[in-house]
């Protein structure tokens, strides 16, 4: 079944306490990026990766790090994690256009 | 000034009625795509219809179809026949054709969102 998995699909950490999401797709798609979620701004893209070794920054990449080593997998890291990082996380890749989801990933900082 | 613009927070309508979701777009690139995405309330996002700036009819998807305007900048979701499961929040989206190191960018950019409720 072709599709987009996270992990861990919940999290709870604490503020500084370095974290990693995981992001793996089956697809074989070049293109995958990283997108967050918060109440009434709908989702705002942080990273994005055309192939494997290429990434680049999107609309919000501050206090973010991901690493593109193989294709199947593009991991967001959170090296400090801050409260203002409490989002909604989703993966997603990308044939032609089309993109496709991840479950998303829920993460609380305190 | 924002690229997607989805004007209704919130929407009702009665069930098996016919409904449109709004969405314009701002973009002065002569290549793009627009997308509409459903999340309901468990949280994922479900891929429902796409429409690419050059294609000459209006796409459609079982009871999705999307009413583009193109002098208008607009691309509205319509959904036929509503059902009591299509409750859920709608996301308008674009890509547009930018190139960046050769290649051409997939980045997307998203409303804030519109929230359909079917009332039975």
């Known amino acids: 079944e072709a599709q987009v998995t996270q992990n861990p699909r919940y999290l709870i950490t604490v503020t500084g306490k370095k974290l990693t999401v995981t992001c793996s797709q089956n697809?074989?798609?070049?293109?995958m990026s990283w997108y967050r979620q918060d109440p009434g701004l709908g989702l705002r893209q942080i990273y994005y990766?055309?192939?494997?070794?290429?990434?680049d920054k999107g609309d919000v990449p501050e206090g973010y790090k991901v690493s593109r080593k193989e294709k199947r997998n593009f991991p967001l890291i959170l090296e400090s994690p801050s409260p203002n990082q409490t989002s909604l996380y989703f993966c997603?890749?990308?044939?032609?256009?089309?993109?496709?989801f991840g479950p998303g990933t829920r993460l609380t900082v305190t | 000034a924002q690229k997607i613009t989805q004007t209704q927070p919130g929407m009702f309508v009665q069930e098996k009625e016919a409904v449109t979701l709004d969405c314009t777009y701002d973009t002065s690139d002569p290549s793009y795509g627009l997308f509409w995405y459903k999340q309901p309330s468990s949280g994922e996002m479900i891929f429902l219809i796409y429409?690419?700036?050059?294609?000459?009819q209006n796409a459609t998807e079982g009871r999705y179809s999307l009413n583009f305007q193109k002098a208008r900048k607009s691309a509205n979701l319509v959904i036929s026949a509503s059902q009591l499961g299509d409750s859920a929040m709608y996301f308008c989206a674009m890509r547009e054709g930018k190139v960046r190191s050769g290649a051409g960018s997939y980045q997307l950019t998203f409303g804030k969102g519109t929230k359909l409720s079917v009332i039975p």
């Open positions: 429409q690419g700036s050059y294609d000459q």
């Open positions: 697809m074989n798609h070049e293109y």
């Open positions: 997603a890749s990308s044939l032609q256009g089309k993109q496709y």
């Open positions: 990766s055309m192939n494997v070794e290429v990434t």
